[in-house]
């Protein structure tokens, strides 16, 4: 982007950060149903900003230097601790996002192994954060395929996939697209009987799952478990950026710290993957959950419940959707018959105004529509019934998804590891998402490039995806 001439004054820079937020999905309303998390409550989300904004340029990077900052920290460490039965003895540091928890708690289990050539024995299910710490940390991913009934992990399968490499095991409380909690009890038995660490994905569920009756134990209580995430960012509805890592003991967590004295400026001593770290997501994730407190996070979590209850009660009603498995938590993973395609669903819930996320195939599961359900959402359920009900009569009278053979027959040629920034760009044009200066241009409905995806192999799909991360994320022109 060339520099303007004239600076803009505030009114125009800010007018024309309000235009480029108009491109986005709603953040709040409750009608986006993945990505986003309204708590629905106008005063904590003001407080979080004013917090936000207060320690923006506040470094996390020396606590000495801002002990406000660490205090924060200690505290959120503190009360993520009450809610997840830890302990006497632990500790936890508070990261970017649920990402960052998971490499390392990943990067933790590997240092403290001393192993040469460290794996991880994860469920299919598991979140792909997991991989992405497996191709960073040189961790191997041993993939165990879930129960084919309940989508949860399987512990049996999962003892057998341990062997003398295996540095960590891993449950979902619950699993991002089947929204199940595994069996954490029988998962993290194993990891004790062999002196293994056993990680409880709780990001998505850590701060709602305490406050619901009836879920299988997956918390510190649980013998075993060495390590829990959970994200705030997430279910305590604070502005992006902040996770919670819990370990057992100060030693387990030892292994993700670092430090160098080995240069010449100040000794770097960092508890997480950033050095530099804005005060800024911290001290909204303080004040939010102040203003908020216990009692506020059970009636929220109770309402997401209820909103997820009466979703998947509202699709038993719909012919041609069905719930993939019951929910566990406030996640419901949805599947359409024969008559209908998920797809073309998602584009229609997008013209209704509703945004869920498509989800592919997996395994034997077939292609699903995820949402993640907030509180703000539960007074509008029946709207959402309405939309859902709507979408799926719309999909059936669109019929299936028309695959153009010509295009399946081309993408089906790619090997996915030499495909070349000239091999997209024939395949962007004869896909018809080239624009005329062979930039890419995706369309509004989103159901033909789904189904051609659908139908890619995983390995193929990464490699095509990664092209279109490549083309969208080029300078600006003007
Ligand atoms: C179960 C689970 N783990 C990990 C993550 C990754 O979290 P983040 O996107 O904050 O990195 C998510 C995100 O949805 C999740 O649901």
């Known amino acids: 982007m060339t520099p303007p001439t004239t600076t803009p004054t505030t009114d125009d820079v800010l ?56 205090r924060m920290e200690n505290d959120l460490v503190a009360l993520t601790g009450g809610l997840l039965d830890a302990p006497d003895g632990y500790a936890g540091s508070v990261t970017s996002g649920g990402t960052e928890s998971i490499l390392l708690a990943v990067l933790a289990a590997r240092h403290g192994s001393g192993a040469t050539d460290p794996s991880m024995v994860i469920p299919a299910s598991a979140h792909a954060a997991f991989h992405k710490a497996a191709e960073f940390l040189g ?78 134990p997956w918390t510190f209580a649980v013998d075993g478990v060495t390590s829990i995430s959970v994200d705030l960012h997430k ?21 993700h710290f670092f430090a160098s004295a080995n240069w010449p400026g100040y000794t770097m001593l960092n508890s997480t993957m950033q050095s530099t770290r804005s005060g800024g997501p911290l001290a909204a994730a303080w004040a939010v959950t102040q203003r908020i407190g216990v009692e506020g996070y059970a009636r929220l979590a109770h309402e997401a419940r209820e909103a997820t209850l009466a979703v ?12 993939l498995t019951p929910p ?44 993640t359900l907030s509180a703000a959402t539960a007074p509008s359920v029946p709207e959402l019934a309405v939309a859902l009900r709507e979408s799926v009569d719309a999909a059936r009278g669109a019929g299936p998804v028309a695959i153009d053979p010509g295009l399946a ?48 192999p995983p390995a193929l799909r990464e490699a095509l995806l990664l092209g279109v991360l490549d083309r969208l994320s080029r300078p600006t022109q003007t």
């Open 409 to 456: 027959g081309l993408v089906g040629a790619i090997d996915p590891a030499t495909l070349d920034d000239q091999g997209f760009a024939g395949l962007l044009a004869a896909a018809g998402l080239a624009g005329s200066d062979g930039a890419l241009a995706l369309p509004r409905r989103m159901a033909p490039v789904n189904a051609l995806l659908d139908a890619c």
């Open 312 to 323: 998947a009660d509202a699709v038993d009603g719909i012919d041609g959707l069905r719930v």
């Open 15 to 70: 007018a024309t950060l309000r235009m480029l937020q108009a491109m986005d999905l709603p953040a709040h309303g409750g009608r986006t149903l993945a990505y986003v998390y309204d708590s629905g409550l106008a005063d904590a989300d003001a407080v979080g900003l004013e917090a936000l904004a207060m320690f923006a340029s506040s470094n996390g990077l020396d606590p000495t230097a801002f002990p406000s900052l660490l």
């Open 235 to 255: 279910y305590a509805y604070t502005p992006k950026g902040v996770s919670v890592l819990l370990h057992r003991t100060p030693a387990l967590r030892r292994g």
């Open 139 to 216: 961790v191997r991913a041993v993939l165990v395929d879930v129960d084919p009934v309940t989508l949860r992990a399987d512990p049996t399968a999962m003892a057998a996939a341990i062997d003398d490499t295996t540095v960590l095991v891993v449950a979902s409380a619950p699993s991002y697209a089947h929204g199940v909690v595994d069996p954490v009890t029988e998962i993290a038995a194993l990891a004790a009987e062999r002196g293994i660490r056993c990680h409880v994905d709780a990001c998505i569920g850590g701060w709602v799952l305490p406050h619901l009756d009836g879920t299988a």
């Open 328 to 371: 566990d938590s406030t996640l419901v993973a949805l599947v359409a018959d024969d008559s209908c395609d998920v797809f073309t669903v998602a584009d229609e819930m997008l013209e209704r105004g509703w945004f869920v996320q498509p989800q592919m195939s997996f395994g034997d599961v077939p292609p699903t529509l995820h949402l």
